[in-house]
């Protein structure tokens, strides 16, 4: 066992767990984010996407004890005062999910792509960027629809001055 303190969702968190307890499974039974989900445990699927200090990592590769003195986000953090991102609205918009297990790990994805490649977007990196997310209900069109309006609509939005 492992004492460990992190940010999740901007809330600080400790926790005693086991050395072995992975970071999907630390949000989802530990601390009740069940947002994240697992869907293949291997590492293919995408589900489980989370940031950690920035970065988007796969929640069922990194073990929770690897987080310690992290700042994760879930997708339970990306919302803000009840008000969808504009990555979640896009998706909502251009009907870019069905059943909804992969849409998390998308939208976490989608979130990280945007930030990193601001206004160099196109379709065919979009499409690049989501192989390592499934969706096994919609295609991938509308869910490249919604990442290309959300990046459109944030790169459009004024900068705030420093």
Do not use: W
């Not at 630390?26 to 950690?52: I, K, M, N, P, W």
């Not at 849409?103 to 379709?123: F, P, Q, S």
Request: one cysteine or more; hydrophobic letters at 40%.
């Amino acid at each position: 066992m492992s004492d460990i303190e992190l940010s999740i969702n901007g809330q600080r968190v400790r926790k005693s767990v086991e050395d072995h307890r992975l970071l999907v499974s630390f949000l989802r039974e530990d601390v009740g984010l069940t947002g994240t989900h697992v869907g293949c445990d291997t590492s293919q699927c995408g589900a489980c996407v989370v940031s950690v200090d920035g970065a988007t990592v796969k929640s069922c590769t990194m073990l929770a004890v690897q987080a310690h003195g992290r700042s994760v986000t879930t997708i339970e953090g990306v919302s803000k005062d009840n008000v969808l991102h504009v990555v979640q609205d896009a998706f909502h918009r251009h009907h870019a999910l069905q059943c909804g297990y992969c849409t998390a790990g998308l939208v976490m994805t989608a979130i990280d792509l945007i930030e990193r490649e601001k206004d160099r977007l196109t379709r065919d990196g979009v499409a690049h960027a989501l192989k390592g997310n499934l969706c096994r209900c919609t295609g991938y069109q509308n869910i490249i629809n919604a990442i290309l309006d959300a990046a459109a609509r944030l790169n459009a939005e004024p900068q705030a001055v420093q």
